[in-house]
């Protein structure tokens, strides 16, 4: 059979935006370290589901170059995006390229951006875009431009906050609008690689502010434990995470193994003072292997994860007791709050595992603006339309009980203790001590004075059980730890529909 000229040319054309055709510069990406936009969707998505847009599109640099050269070395004008399957369910990915001048944003990039970006809204795909890049490129002469303040990508990316779940992948260089396009997003995945900044070493530069290289301008180390980066992984697990995060908001698995749940009855030590990993009590509540730990760095004394549960897609915030006690920092309140939001936002019920002295303390901690953040948790909580299951599992005191509870035991859906829990206004010898202070001030004697604390704190730890905290009916029940998830799952099951509010979910 005769192929056309036409079809011929079109060919062509499309064998010269293949990475085979710049074997010299693939290599040298691939000697750094690097992966080219092609390769990180062609990991990513189903084989041959990928659907191009904006294939042909060069840089509007033709007042610089030859048509030949921006064929050669603007392919793509350095995005890659398109629709495609991952399992076989409808998502979007982008990738900057790094083969195509760094991965800078061009301006016709920006429309090919803005471009699928309306497509996504439309369909509401979950995306995953792949941010390395060196931010905004100055050489585009093509287009009449001053300042280039009215592009529309950015704003159109951070409204699709809420509507769609996405997920940006950085394993290199990613500065100004690149970085832009990774904190705008609702989970940031990184690698050794990465550097992430407002400002790239050349921005820097210019502002004054010094020479910097372009790996300490934003390194891993950095960015994990301040919280810009969600989970960092090694560069060859980056695309295999970010598939695991997006397989979260893809619906339910149909299969499933259930953890022993007997081992929950041993997890928690017995007294209040033994701290403890609260992670393995996480992976035993949710199916087997399927616990993703967010943000693990920043703000420890607190833990957000997302697990599954008989199959179904649940947070998960959890007090961490090898932390200030689990006591709730201005931090703490931040991370869990805007993890409340991204639940809330995709339809995913809470559990809240609580074991806590209540809210942090003390001038140092109210230097760090611990009101206002600390509330945000009470605020996130209260507005949850997704179900919330509270259970202490030690520990529940003061507001920091309240606020990992939604502001009140009776404020979830079903709030449970397990054996052995005690639950007050706040710590209770402290309580002794600051209600008790003039009769103890009258005992001279010191350990005489101490021996009264004791006694007096024991008769509170008596009246503050679980079991007399549920006679009283300030929580709903008591249980044996090992019917914890079969309790979650009935609530959940009976809460379905479970929707999302598709409201905007804060950056930070």
Not at 138 to 162: E, I, K, Q
Not at 177 to 186: E, K, P, R, S
Not at 381 to 391: D, E, I, K, T, Y
Not at 468 to 497: C, K, M
Request: with cysteine; hydrophobic share 45%.
């Amino acid at each position: 059979m005769t192929i056309r000229p036409e079809l011929l040319d079109v060919l062509a054309r499309r064998a010269l935006t293949e990475d085979s055709a710049r074997p010299e510069a693939l290599e040298r990406l691939h000697a750094r370290g690097g992966r080219s936009a092609r390769e990180h969707v062609a990991e990513l998505v189903d084989p041959g589901s990928f659907v191009e847009y904006g294939r042909f599109v060069t840089a509007a640099q033709e007042d610089r170059r030859s048509i030949d050269d921006l064929l050669d070395r603007t392919v793509a004008d350095g995005i890659v995006g398109g629709l495609a399957t991952i399992d076989g369910r409808p998502v979007a990915v982008l990738s900057y390229d790094y083969l195509v001048m760094a991965g800078t944003q061009g301006m016709r990039g920006h429309r090919k951006t803005d471009r699928l970006l309306d497509v996504i809204d439309r369909l509401s795909l979950p995306t995953i875009f792949f941010a390395a890049g060196g931010g905004g490129r100055p050489g585009d002469t093509d287009m009449p431009l001053v300042s280039a303040l009215d592009v529309t990508t950015f704003a159109a990316w951070a409204r699709l906050s809420g509507r769609v779940p996405r997920i940006a992948v950085v394993d290199d260089n990613c500065f100004a609008g690149n970085a832009v396009v990774a904190g705008c997003a609702d989970l940031v995945v990184a690698t050794p690689r990465s550097s992430l900044g407002m400002g790239g070493p050349a921005m820097i530069a210019g502002g004054g502010l010094g020479d910097v290289a372009a790996a300490d301008v934003g390194p891993l180390d950095v960015m994990t434990a301040n919280g810009v980066v969600d989970v960092a992984v090694e560069d060859d697990d980056a695309v295999d995470t970010a598939r695991t995060l997006l397989g979260y908001f893809l619906g339910r698995s149909q299969t499933w193994v259930a953890p022993d749940q007997t081992l929950l009855r041993d997890a928690v030590p017995e007294g209040e003072r033994r701290a403890y990993d609260v992670l393995p009590i996480i992976e035993t509540l949710c199916d087997e292997d399927t616990v993703t730990v967010l943000r693990p760095t920043f703000a420890p004394e607190l833990c957000t994860a997302l697990g599954r549960i008989e199959g179904r897609t649940v947070g998960i915030i959890a007090t961490d007791t090898r932390h200030t006690a689990g006591a709730i920092t201005a931090d703490a309140g931040d991370k869990a709050a805007r993890f409340l939001q991204l639940c809330d936002a995709h339809g995913f019920p809470v559990v809240s595992l609580v074991d806590t002295p209540g809210m942090m303390v003390g001038a140092e901690a109210e230097r760090t603006g611990l009101v206002r953040h600390t509330s945000r948790l009470l605020v996130a909580g209260a507005r949850l339309q997704v179900p919330l299951v509270g259970v202490v599992l030690r520990r529940a005191y003061g507001l920091g009980a309240q606020a990992m509870l939604g502001g009140s035991t009776h404020e979830p859906l079903m709030t449970i203790a397990w054996p052995g829990a005690h639950l007050g206004a706040m710590g209770l010898e402290g309580a002794v001590r600051l209600s008790m202070r003039k009769e103890l001030a009258a005992i001279e004697d010191p350990e005489e004075r101490e021996r009264q604390v004791q006694e007096l704190t024991a008769y509170a730890q008596a009246h503050s059980t679980a079991l007399n905290v549920a006679r009283h009916f300030e929580i709903d029940d008591v249980i044996d730890p090992a019917e914890t998830r079969g309790i979650l799952v009935s609530l959940f099951n009976a809460a379905e529909p479970i929707t999302g509010s598709k409201a905007a979910v804060d950056t930070w």
